[in-house]
């Protein structure tokens, strides 16, 4: 049988594991994708934005420090969690390097830094949800288009594979497995995020 | 169990395979299997209803992540030479030349010095390798190539010998002979001390090949045990020869101190002449390093390692008193000598010429060397394992400077090493600075790559050298300035630095001349004209947008930012110092005279000094900063003499001048991101509100200019017109709100998931929308009758979502209701009308899409009800009953909320009494009153 897809090998490593063995690349995605997440837990934490981009700086400079020692196969251990632990120790510094307390946004914003919680100012589904959303563009660079194609279509925009195949004139199966392929590596990624 | 490529899959498997669900491993096999098994094709269905959840993105991204703070921030990190540190140490590349990369034999401040073969000859060698980024960076190149160059002149059985080099894909490589052995680094570092017989032994051979690196009219300048080699035939043989330079060359420049690691492991056996200026140094420098190194070997320590921290070494080696001698010898290692000990302090002599050239060296130490076994030394520092724990706490043998050194917290350097940064130490960039606070004064080290230098400062200590301040407390020894070279910073005096100041283009260059000029300047009388000149620069690239520098002594990297933005980013570090005297004096000329550009740079200023805000977070604790004078106790002093009031008019006049001069710019506003046009509009906001502020510290005895209601004046008619102008709902006649995509226009939007447009849940800031000062002050001037404007206009801004409330000193939220009320009697009905609107609008939607992210607006709305609006709501709203039952049912709803926060009770309370009133109202039957 003829494949019609170019193939790739399946076994990409994951952004973090790209950024832990000091690839430029995997960095700069590591940014891309987390570096927002980080600076709206800051602003939820009432920080004024420019606060807010000074902290996730310092926060993402601790991580290119920590990365190579951040173990995420050690049992409990998030990266988000980890995230936000650097965040929030970041924070705290900023808040009492300034003696003026940052302005609160708005009347829901609490000074998250100060309690002693453990989990981020945000709710996981929204954190994964945008995650998800930068991770894909992210993704898509790096994935063959005729694959990432089949992949849109029929994940995001819900199309039948069927109909699909027939258009670009392929089998279902390889409609199928760039589908299968691309979410395959999606979901590793969120996992290293908040499994 | 997943299928092998040669079994069917199961239904199971199949729809796991489909889905994505299965590892890495597990898809590869399984869809080899597929490719093949028609079988399984042929099972795989039209159509799947299990299709991913994945189709569902379609929720809100968060308007903060299209802020441009982050956007910024993010980019910025992204371009910045951030170092990963790598989890494991992958070679770079597996061929260069015609040599094969073998493995990695260390990690030296340049670069990393690799195992290799030659392809044909099949001899190992050792390869330094400079990595392509390093070869863009200046002094780099120099070095190595210098290296090259010395280790192919000098033929010496103690000299490391060179066999080739060249580039190979933008890798510079140097192969040198492969020496199988140690250095005398770790070996020291393994055994902590070593036999007297076999340190005189290593030093011996070392000041013979040290003798011939000095006949050829070289300078080695950084002896010290890392960088000496003992073989596995007992040979010594000199390494790192890429600072070794010819004692005749007037450039001479050290360019060794590029990290404070490499500082760190250097130090000890620095001569005091190297210390104190890198150009005095000369062939008995080396001497000096000898002594100090065979010091070391003999006694486990370095000389002066009981002064404490490295800046009270610093002083211990370049001070004059005889306290700083290094304790004897003998007092660690009894079998010394007097004769050897006493020798061993010659070499290590206070001057120069009183030590003993590299022959004598060589000729006495041979006296103690007899029974030396180098071999056996070698064997005995192989079979024991590296400690965990630096043999001497208080300095480690940095064989490995741009690595942390083991031991990581436990001893006390560590502490003060950690604000430093090994961060910083990784990262060359040809400035190191150690600043130390003693009670005497700050002590700085510093080298810009050209000199090193020992400055003492009577002045203000850094916050991060504070730890620091104890060890070197404990000694009270006198502080020793730099005897030669006056007043310098960085190995540049004022003059120097102004030179750069005035005529860089890099705009890190320009703000190191800042800093340094703001340092040398202090108690200067040329202080004025060292504030006007930092100012000068911001014709060119002043703007309000602030982007923070590298911070003084750490945290450098190298960020390829815009560079008007960075300027900023030192000139708001920099120029508070010189506020307000003498600084706000060219500031006043500068908003008065300059181009627009200087204008918007020194309204922030102004701003920042009146606000009390730094943009650098951490250098505003500098103690210089927290003695001047505040802008409040400035201004209220100025305002009780009648000159110094004239000034601070003046000041207020040409803020006036500034603003109305951006005028004509700011008019020309756009709806496209930010421009020049926005930043007019901007800064002369900021002007205005600086006044205010000016005004209000000065106190009675100097009246407002103007402009300044005229400018309120402007804005309001401004708002006014727009509002005029907004699109209006045909089915309600009201203003229509606005959900388009704010992100779309930074090109961040995600859209179309799910095929349609995202929804956005909270209405946009409509353009007619007054900042909160302006607006209050707008409702001053309309009840002097000062300014008009419709009282919807008023009404509707007050119950907007995107209204950006917040207390002022001195205002509340009753009161500007109040002041409304007495403007308009119909103002809290109108208020009450258009909350009841967007309350509406919040229980329609969410109704609709049961999306709870539709509630967000009220979470905007409830400090402002809770401050006042909600007795106007529950006394004005038309339908208490359906108003209520509303309320109640978001309120209930709130929860659902990303986001939402496990609120206190008092939030719950607020609510409650809010429902409770909108109850008490419908079951009496009032009328609104």
Known sequence: MKLDAVEEPSTHPSLLERARYGDDEGWQMLVQVYGPIVYRWIRRCGAQSADAADVMQETFLAVAKALPRFNLDQTGATFRGWLWTIARNKLRDRQRANQRSPIVLDGEALQWAERESSDPPSELADDVQSIQNRMLQVLRQSTDPKTWQMFWRTAVEGCDPATVAGELNVSRWTVYKARSRVLQRLRKELEDFHR | ?929
């Open chain 2, 1 to 929: 169990m997943i299928a092998t490529s040669t079994d069917c899959l199961s239904i199971e498997e199949l729809n796991r395979l489909l889905d994505g669900q299965l590892s890495s491993n597990e898809f590869d096999s399984a869809s080899k299997h597929v490719d093949q098994c028609e079988q399984c094709q042929s099972r795989i269905p039209e159509k799947w209803d299990a299709l991913s959840p994945i189709a569902n993105a379609d929720s809100e991204e968060d308007s903060v992540l299209a802020e441009s703070a982050c956007q910024f921030a993010v980019a910025q990190l992204m371009t910045a030479n951030v170092p990963v540190p790598h989890a494991a140490a992958d070679l770079p590349i597996d061929q260069i030349g015609p040599y094969e990369i073998l493995g990695q034999l260390g990690q030296g401040g340049m670069g990393m010095v690799c195992l290799a073969r030659h392809n044909r000859l099949k001899r190992q060698c050792a390869i330094k390798l400079l990595p392509p980024h390093r070869v863009m960076e200046p002094g780099w190149l120099d070095r190595f190539d210098r290296e090259m160059t010395t280790v192919a002149s000098l033929e010496h059985p103690g000299i490391v010998r060179a066999t080739d080099a060249g580039t190979h894909s933008g890798w510079h490589y140097l192969v040198m002979e492969y020496l199988d052995g140690m250095d005398v680094g770790k070996i020291a570092h393994r055994l902590g001390s070593l036999p007297v017989a076999d340190a005189c032994e290593i030093a011996r051979q070392s000041a013979v090949a040290l003798m011939h690196v000095h006949e050829t009219g070289l300078i080695h300048r950084d002896v010290k045990p890392s960088n000496l080699m003992l073989t596995r035939d007992g040979t010594v043989k000199l390494l790192d020869l890429g600072l070794v330079l010819a004692g005749d060359d007037p450039l001479a420049t050290d360019d060794r101190l590029t990290t404070v690691g490499h500082l760190m492991g250097t130090l000890p056996a620095m001569s005091p002449e190297q210390l104190l200026d890198s150009r005095k140094v000369q062939p008995a420098s080396d001497i000096y390093s000898l002594g100090a190194t065979l010091y070391r070997l003999i006694s486990g320590r370095w000389p002066h390692a009981n002064e404490g921290g490295l800046a009270a070494r610093v002083l211990a080696i370049t001070g004059e008193s005889n306290r700083s001698t290094p304790l004897p010898l003998s007092s660690f290692q009894p079998s010394v000598e007097t004769e050897l000990e006493s020798f061993v302090g010659q070499m290590m002599h206070r001057q120069p010429d009183q030590r003993p050239s590299g022959s004598i060296v060589a000729e006495r130490l041979a006296t103690w060397s007899g029974e030396a076994n180098l071999k056996a030394l070698l064997k005995r520092a192989e079979s024991t394992p590296a400690s965990d724990a630096p043999i001497t706490p208080s300095l480690p043998l940095a064989t490995n400077p741009a690595s942390p050194p083991p031991g990581n917290g436990k001893h006390t350097w560590t502490a003060w090493m950690g604000p430093l940064g090994w961060f910083a130490a990784a990262v060359l960039l040809a400035t190191v600075v150690i600043q130390i606070k003693t009670d005497k004064g700050l002590v700085t080290v510093t080298t810009d790559g050209k000199d090193t230098k020992v400055a003492v400062e009577e002045d203000d200590g850094e916050p991060r050298s504070v730890a620091l301040a104890q060890s070197v407390a404990e000694q009270s020894e006198p502080v020793v300035a730099d005897p030669t070279n006056g007043i310098v910073y960085h190995g540049k005096n004022l003059d120097a630095w102004l030179g750069i100041l005035q005529n860089e283009q890099q705009i890190d260059s320009v703000g190191q001349a800042m800093r340094a000029a703001e340092r040398l300047s202090r108690n200067s009388p040329r202080r004025a004209e060292v504030a006007k000149l930092t100012l000068a620069r911001a014709s060119e690239h002043g703007t309000i947008l602030v982007e923070r520098p590298p911070n003084q002594h750490s945290d450098v990297f190298n960020v390829t930012g815009p560079s008007d933005p960075r300027f900023m980013g030192y000139l708001t570090e920099v120029y508070p110092h010189f506020l307000p005297t003498p600084g706000l004096e060219p500031l006043g000329e500068y908003l008065a005279h300059g181009n627009e550009r200087s204008k918007s740079a020194t309204i922030l200023l102004l701003n920042q000094y009146v606000t009390g805000q730094y943009v650098s977070g951490m250098d505003a604790n500098t103690d210089y900063l927290k003695q001047r004078e505040t802008a409040p106790t400035y201004f209220a002093k100025s305002a009780e003499r009648q000159e110094d009031r004239a000034k601070v008019e003046r000041l207020l006049i040409r803020l006036g001048t500034a603003s109305e001069e951006l005028r004509k710019l700011s008019s020309q506003v756009s709806d496209e991101t930010w421009n020049a046009a926005k930043e007019a509009s901007a800064s002369r906001e900021m002007a205005w509100a600086t006044a205010l502020r000016i005004l209000q510290d000065s106190g009675p005895h100097i009246a407002a200019p103007d402009w300044i209601a005229d400018y309120v004046e402007e804005q309001v008619n401004d708002a006014v017109a727009k509002y005029e102008r907004r699109e209006v709902d045909p089915a309600t006649g009201q203003t229509k709100w606005d959900y388009s995509d704010p992100n779309a226009v930074y090109g961040f939007s995600m859209g179309g998931f799910g095929g349609g447009p995202q929804a956005h849940t909270n209405p946009n800031p409509p353009d007619w929308i007054l900042p909160t000062e302006l607006y209050l002050a707008a409702t001053e001037m309309r009840r002097e009758g000062r300014v008009q404007f419709p009282i919807e206009f008023a009404a509707e801004t007050l119950a907007h979502p995107r209204f950006n409330w917040y207390s002022m000193d001195g205002s509340s939220f009753n009161d500007v209701v109040q002041g409304l009320a007495t403007i308009d009697p119909e103002a809290p009905s109108l208020i009450a009308f258009h909350l009841d609107r967007s309350f509406q609008e919040m229980d329609r939607q969410y109704q609709a899409s049961q999306n709870a992210e539709w509630l967000r607006p009220l979470t905007f709305l409830r400090q402002r009800l809770q401050e006042g609006l909600a007795s106007v709501y529950t006394t004005h709203v038309e339908q208490p009953k359906q108003a209520h039952d509303r309320l109640e049912r978001l309120v209930k709803s709130l929860p659902n909320l990303s986001m939402y926060q496990q609120s206190t009770d008092d939030n719950k309370d607020f609510w409650h009494a809010m429902l409770n009133d909108l109850k008490q109202r419908s079951e009496s039957g009032a009328a609104p009153e």
